[in-house]
């Protein structure tokens, strides 16, 4: 393969481009309808908000709330088609995630489109690699925020020829497709282990129950030898600490941090030892507050059982 140098000294294959992000892109705001008016709620309309993306899943198949066509058309919330990207710019930033059917959608999100230069799909997976830049240009005092200032911050290369895109494409495309069904699988698991533990331990129909003498308790019959207990008294409870020092790179001495994103299959960041809650094999993490991706002190717990 043969290569070229930019015009910022950097190497990149021939056929390819540099761009700023902002340039191969359509940017578009979204909004809300006035949540007092009834006339513009469950309605047909998807609406999509940050609960609505799939913690690092490409695709939003359906929202949690619809809007009506008259809280579309009395608001500042856009409708974008089927196959556009969503980023979240606020609060929890840089989620991404593309569009399975056409939606509206809220403030706290910008809406991606393309220009003639870039396909979506490539688009998508070119975010998803560039998301901790995207993170590192954040901007607030109060909460995190991506601006469509972030964007023009962004330098990318892309191939110029749209086949060689979609073949780029198409292999992570392949890729994810195999996770997801891989999550489908997990998810089957998951419901199976729950029905198990509720059928033998809660429903206490487990394999020879019919033999076990059941007492009573204040929660009905259960197996003779088991007790009834306050979940407090059978747990122990750390409550996670802001570490002195984070840093995005593994350095001697520190360990990895945990963010609700990284319970979410996100990154790891890394902290000193100072003023922190150590984990240790087989100890349970439980998030105490989701609105936001914080540091471990402020919404994570280390339970031990």
């Keep these: 393969m043969k290569y070229k140098m930019t015009k910022r000294s950097r190497r990149i294959p021939e056929g390819w481009e540099e761009y ?6 359509y940017i578009t705001g979204g909004g809300t309808p006035r949540t007092a008016n009834p006339e513009y709620w469950n309605g047909v309309i998807p609406w999509i908000s940050v609960t609505d993306f799939n913690k690092g899943r490409r695709w939003i198949y359906e929202t949690e709330k619809k809007i009506t066509e008259k809280g579309l058309k009395e608001s500042s919330t ?3 088609k089927k196959g556009s990207i969503l980023i979240s710019s606020r609060g929890t930033v840089g989620e991404i995630a593309q569009l399975k059917e056409d939606m509206a959608f809220n403030q706290t999100c910008y809406g991606l489109n393309g220009k003639k230069d870039i396909i979506n799909d490539y688009l998508y997976y070119l975010l998803r690699y560039k998301t901790d830049e995207l993170k590192s240009k954040t901007h607030g005092a109060v909460f995190d925020t991506i601006t469509k200032e972030t964007f023009k911050q962004i330098n990318i290369n892309i191939p110029k020829s749209i086949s060689e895109q979609k073949a780029i494409a198409k292999i992570l495309s392949d890729l994810d497709e195999k996770i997801e069904l891989n999550n489908q699988m997990n998810k089957t698991l998951e419901a199976m282990v729950r029905a198990i533990f509720k059928e033998w331990f809660i429903d206490f129909h487990f394999p020879g129950y019919e033999k076990v003498k059941m007492v009573d308790s204040e929660l009905g019959k259960i197996p003779e030898g088991w007790i009834v207990d306050k979940l407090d008294n059978c747990i122990e409870f750390f409550k ?18 945990i963010l609700i994103e990284t319970l979410n299959g996100g990154r790891f960041l890394y902290a000193s030892k100072t003023n922190t809650i150590i984990c240790e094999e087989n100890d349970i993490i439980m998030v105490m507050d989701g609105a936001s991706t914080q540091f471990i002190s402020d919404s994570v717990l280390k339970v031990r059982v």
């Design 20 to 25: 700023k992000l902002s340039d191969v892109m």
């Design 78 to 80: 856009k409708m974008l």
């Design 240 to 257: 996670g600490k802001k570490p002195v020092d984070v840093t995005e790179e593994k350095r001697e001495g520190y360990l990895p941090q």
